[in-house]
């Protein structure tokens, strides 16, 4: 053999171990011990008065022929037991800073009514309050997120509910609490104060909510927040990172537990679009704006970084999902709409950038659970269907409190009209018994794509998977087809010499196990 053909075998050699077809993903893990844990909080959902979210949604009453728990549908609290939700965020939301808690507690003919000026114009009869939400929480077994009224409401007020709910000694909130009904106390920590300040909760300038934040959030709690409110600043809209800047320039980190961001992957706020019959088009944008959270997240971390070296802050991304118009004939202030396999991706390719986020993003909210936005739950009169959003969050919530697995990931474009977005999305975690969860997603809305994962230096000996896929990217569950898109078992991988290589099918979600 002369030169060449020597360096030609050992070319071949070489390629056959390592050289994939171009279009392959590759990715390498980089297990750490270091690594942080993906907090369970990231798994949290959000519940507001809003459309038929509360009432019809959650809450029935008592006297429902639907089966019910103190008013909340039993379908609806075991599906979300199954996905082990870790905390629910209520009243809002825009409605947050609306409402006056005391307008929900004591008996029922004394409470008054309040409009719902943000969402419909509707006439509520505060039926579900305080005690109904807390109740639920413990029910579920989730922790309560309460947002606090910055907006309308008053620091007394906001200082009365810590105390009404929190308070196990004697003072007028906690007696009037027990005559209410509740010995004692729901013990909440976490706790908004205000939502949206820039816009619906008050037109705020940064610098005007930074100094309203200090008074609110010192009447909280005392001298040393000794009582362990973990106290939520109300955050930047998506790219807006001066709003990041002013609050962690001027809060004091005693004051502060967690700067929320919200951002929806929306195509344009003038022009949604239709939530089944979207074009391919318009799929391609609604991912857009869904991986733009990857980029949101470093650069408002990076301001974080800026001012608090040590991460006691954490990014708390408390509104994100995918938001389009109202399914036809639905009261525009409901904000129903159907989920799809195109809200399977957006949940999939969220969750997996919160992942690889871990060490700030601590914490997150879907917008929201039942009946509004990107819901995980749709009720119609008894029928309730799970879609295809809750799947995906019972399929990931293995990652929840598993350590991070850091990845580098290179993957091929999905292209449409000159444009391009990674097609995989992926994340990785090692769970308390030693169990390896991968999860993959291909955007791609034609091709399949074929994952290659070098797993040698972790100890695994089989795989197991579920994947999440359909025919067509606008399909969905429906109440005459609920089951329409369910997850199921998956065998398209191999795994061999500690190599992994998995082959998605397009707009896919895979969840591997590894043992
Ligand atoms: O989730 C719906 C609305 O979106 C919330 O009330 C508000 O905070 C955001 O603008």
């Not at 109202?326 to 396999?341: A, D, R, S």
Request: aromatic share 10%; glycine share 8%; with cysteine.
């Amino acid at each position: 053999m002369n030169k060449l053909q020597l360096i030609g075998a050992f070319v071949m050699a070489f390629c056959s171990v390592t050289v994939l077809n171009a279009q392959d993903a590759t990715i390498t893990v980089k297990p750490s011990e270091d690594a942080p844990t993906i907090s369970k909080h990231i798994y949290g959902h959000f519940a507001e008065h809003l459309g038929r979210s509360i009432y019809d949604g959650f809450y029935v009453g008592e006297d429902s022929p639907i089966p019910n728990t103190d008013g909340v549908r039993n379908d609806l609290i075991e599906a979300l037991k199954a996905i082990k939700i870790p905390n629910l965020r209520w009243p809002g939301g825009c409605f947050a800073d609306t409402y006056h808690w005391k307008d929900g507690i004591g008996p029922q003919e004394d409470r008054p009514t309040i409009v719902n000026t943000w969402w419909g114009g509707v006439t509520e009869d505060n039926s579900f309050g305080t005690h109904n939400f807390l109740n639920l929480c413990e029910a579920l077994d989730t922790e309560p997120y309460l947002a606090g009224n910055v907006g309308s409401g008053t620091v007394k007020e906001l200082a009365d509910w810590v105390q009404y709910v929190n308070h196990d000694g004697t003072s007028p909130m906690a007696d009037l609490r027990k005559e209410n009904g509740r010995e004692k106390s729901w013990g909440v920590t976490y706790w908004g104060v205000g939502n949206e300040m820039w816009g619906c909760g008050g037109n705020m300038e940064p610098e005007f909510y930074a100094n309203l934040y200090r008074q609110y959030a010192t009447f909280m709690g005392s001298w040393n927040n000794e009582a362990g409110l973990y106290r939520i600043a109300s955050g930047a809209n998506s790219a807006d990172y001066n709003w990041t800047e002013v609050l962690m320039k001027n809060i004091p980190k005693n004051l502060i537990d967690g700067v929320a961001l919200h951002h929806y992957s929306v195509i344009d706020w003038g022009a949604k679009g239709p939530d089944v019959t979207f074009s391919e088009e318009q799929y391609f944008t609604t991912m857009k704006s869904s991986l733009f959270m990857d980029e949101l997240i470093t650069k408002h971390v990076a301001i974080m970084d800026k001012y608090d070296k040590n991460k006691e802050v954490d990014l708390v991304v408390d509104e994100w999902g995918g938001w389009y118009e109202v399914q036809e004939g639905t009261n525009p202030g409901f904000l129903y709409q159907q989920n799809t396999m195109r809200d399977a991706m957006i949940a999939g390719t969220t969750l997996n950038i919160f992942h690889n986020h871990s060490d700030r993003v601590k914490m997150a909210n879907l917008a929201q659970t039942v009946n509004v936005l990107q819901a995980v739950a749709l009720t119609k009169g008894e029928q309730m269907i799970l879609t295809p959003t809750y799947h995906i969050l019972k399929m990931y919530m293995v990652h929840q409190d598993a350590q991070l697995i850091p990845m580098d990931l290179d993957t091929p474009d999905y292209e449409l009209n000159g444009d391009k977005l990674p097609a995989i999305s992926a994340s990785a975690s090692k769970d308390a018994e030693g169990k390896t969860h991968i999860s993959l997603v291909n955007i791609d809305a034609h091709k399949e794509n074929t994952v290659s994962i070098d797993l040698s230096e972790l100890d695994i000996k089989d795989f197991s998977a579920e994947i999440l896929a359909s025919e067509k990217l606008q399909d969905h569950n429906s109440f005459e087809d609920p089951k329409h898109i369910m997850p199921e078992g998956f065998k398209d991988f191999k795994f061999k010499k500690g190599v992994l290589e998995v082959t998605l099918p397009a707009f896919s979600v895979v969840v591997l196990e590894g043992k």
